[in-house]
């Protein structure tokens, strides 16, 4: 009896330790962003769009884009983004979905001109009732002032959803 419990012990720290590696290989993965948004850049609607597709398409944790991203720009001032992202593994959210916008946000934080932005992420949703659909996951809005607390390359999702405004639309 004695030996049975020795080994579910060993057997469960074993267990234990196979599942921590585990997440520390899948966040570390999911932690570097492989697109790094061009240093000098002008606010339009196509440079949004392409800094969007870029950004979201080439983060590693990021799903990716699942269509075009739809970008409405008033002159350079201010910039309202929609996409949508492919199924989210689910391991962290701001790892995923939020950390990815850091990206865009500093391009368009680039051109001088530029004042606040609004982002918004949609993706796959399923209900309670089990039915299938697309929606709102959230928005993040951000303005001059609170970009310049942020660096760019170093600002987790945490810290832009401290510093910007986040609004949680559907449980992620």
Do not use: H
Request: hydrophobic share 35%; proline share 4%.
């Amino acid at each position: 009896m004695v030996q049975t419990g020795s080994y579910s012990g060993v057997r469960g720290r074993a267990f234990a330790a196979c599942l921590a590696l585990a997440s520390a290989v899948a966040l570390s993965a999911c932690s570097t962003s492989d697109y790094s948004a061009p240093s000098s850049f002008t606010v339009s609607g196509s440079a949004v769009s392409d800094v969007v597709t870029q950004a979201i398409n080439n983060t590693s944790g990021s799903p990716g884009l699942n269509g075009s991203p739809q970008v409405n720009c008033d002159g350079e001032t201010s910039c309202n983004i929609t996409y949508t992202v492919k199924e989210p593994t689910g391991i962290d959210s701001n790892l995923e979905l939020v950390q990815p916008t850091r990206q865009i946000w500093k391009a368009m934080f680039e051109d001088s001109n530029f004042q606040s932005g609004r982002i918004e992420v949609d993706g796959p949703l399923t209900s309670v009732g089990g039915k299938s659909s697309t929606g709102p996951f959230f928005t993040l809005s951000c303005d001059r002032s609170a970009a310049s607390q942020i660096d760019w390359n170093n600002v987790d999702g945490k810290g832009l959803k401290a510093l910007c405004t986040y609004t949680q639309m559907a449980k992620l």
